[in-house]
């Protein structure tokens, strides 16, 4: 598959391993996700057996170390899942979350039990995981949160309701935002891990209705006096959710940013090939200086962003990525993604405008990349922290 910035690849991702690691994910995705997509988008969700096959395939939580089943990987992996899934157009899997979001607060925060009991079954695609932040008033504020978790004998009892939560519909992992003690503020929010199989008193709600995304499974969960054990709470007392989740967030974060980027490449694959192909006024589109000048500065403006991201990464990897610098990436990447498969509807026409054509489904599902994960509005608050 041709790269149509031909950004050189930087030496921390250039190796072996995980090249290798890439072109599994991509087989993967181009025999197991590609050909259904248009199945998927109907009956909005991925057949729950597409984990399973994941999981023996080798390519769920690379980054898992490799005591708990995993492959003992890093952020270079994640990258390079990252990139493939949203290059070849498989944006309705929610593998991305489960790998890079969700197992990692395990082995972050996790006791040595929880690690070795979780962390396989997420590997194995046993377990599909989900992170339940987000509810009906409580966005991007996640002080806001009115779930509650209380204790009750050995273990918690949690009541509340979540929304928008990616893989929803098939999450049986799921890591919960609550407050263990209300009066307290983000002090009082605490992470639970519920294993929702079989578990009384937890239910889901409809798959919802999405502008795009349609494939993805993202739902509605409901939580009536649902009794957790006592090793349901992730790090060694309550009241450090929200410090977690805040650690966590630039990797969440930028990991938005590379599933821009990759969708930036696929828009411009697909444009440039068909503005080749298609003619008008008896020649190609391509020969238009319009068109040349428009696609001149789409490439530009999709090359500074995957500058960036790499810049981002090796800081990630070094252990410096800080949540404004994360902020920058996932807003400005995300604008710029939108604006860019704007573009590149427009240079398609009529055809643009398709669900047959690709460049149409990527201009739906791009739309919720300036919202999840935090809106782009907060993005730019953290940022304006530090002037």
């Known amino acids: ?182 009066g307290a503020g983000h002090q009082g929010v605490s992470l639970f891990c519920v294993e929702t199989d079989g578990l009384e008193g937890f239910r889901r709600g409809r798959l919802l209705d999405k502008v795009g995304m349609k494939g993805q499974d993202t739902a509605e969960l409901f939580f009536d006096n649902v009794k957790v054990p006592a090793s349901a709470l992730l790090g060694p007392e309550e009241g450090q959710g929200f410090v977690q989740l805040m650690q966590q967030l630039p990797q969440e974060r930028l990991q938005i940013a590379v599933q821009a980027v990759g969708m930036m490449k696929r828009a411009l694959r697909e444009t440039i090939a068909y503005v080749k192909e298609r003619n008008a006024f008896g020649k190609p589109v391509i020969a238009f200086q319009n068109t040349q000048f428009k696609l001149a500065e789409l490439k530009t403006q999709a090359t500074i962003a995957e500058v960036f991201c790499h810049h981002c990464s090796e800081r990630l990897l070094a252990g410096t990525l800080d949540a404004p610098t994360a902020a920058m990436a996932k807003y400005w990447v995300t604008d710029v993604q939108c604006a860019l498969i704007d573009e590149c509807v427009q240079l398609h026409g009529g055809y643009g405008y398709m669900n047959e054509y690709p460049v149409a489904r990527m201009w739906r599902d791009s739309r919720v990349q300036r919202i999840y994960g935090g809106t782009n509005e907060i993005m730019k608050l953290l940022i304006s922290r530090t002037l």
């Open 1 to 182: 598959m041709s790269d149509p910035l031909n950004v050189p690849k930087p030496e921390w991702l250039d190796r072996e391993d995980v090249n290798i690691f890439s072109d599994a994910v991509r087989g993967f995705v181009e025999k197991e996700i590609t050909p259904h997509g248009d199945r998927f988008e109907k009956q909005g969700i991925v057949d729950r057996e597409i984990w399973n096959k994941a999981g023996a395939a080798g390519i769920l939580v690379p980054a898992c170390p490799e005591e708990y089943g995993g492959a003992g990987g890093d952020w270079r992996h994640d990258y390079a899942f990252h990139m493939a899934v949203a290059e070849l157009g498989a944006d309705g899997w929610g593998a991305s979350l489960h790998n890079s979001i969700v197992a990692p607060y395990v082995w972050h925060y996790g006791s040595e039990e929880q690690k070795k009991d979780w962390l396989p079954k997420l590997v194995s695609g046993e377990y599909v995981g989900a992170i339940a932040m987000t509810e009906p008033g409580a966005g991007s504020d996640l002080q806001g949160v009115k779930t509650t978790a209380k204790k009750d004998g050995n273990g918690y009892v949690i009541n509340g309701a979540k929304t928008f939560i990616t893989n929803g519909g098939t999450a049986n992992f799921i890591i919960v935002v609550a407050k263990t003690d209300p």
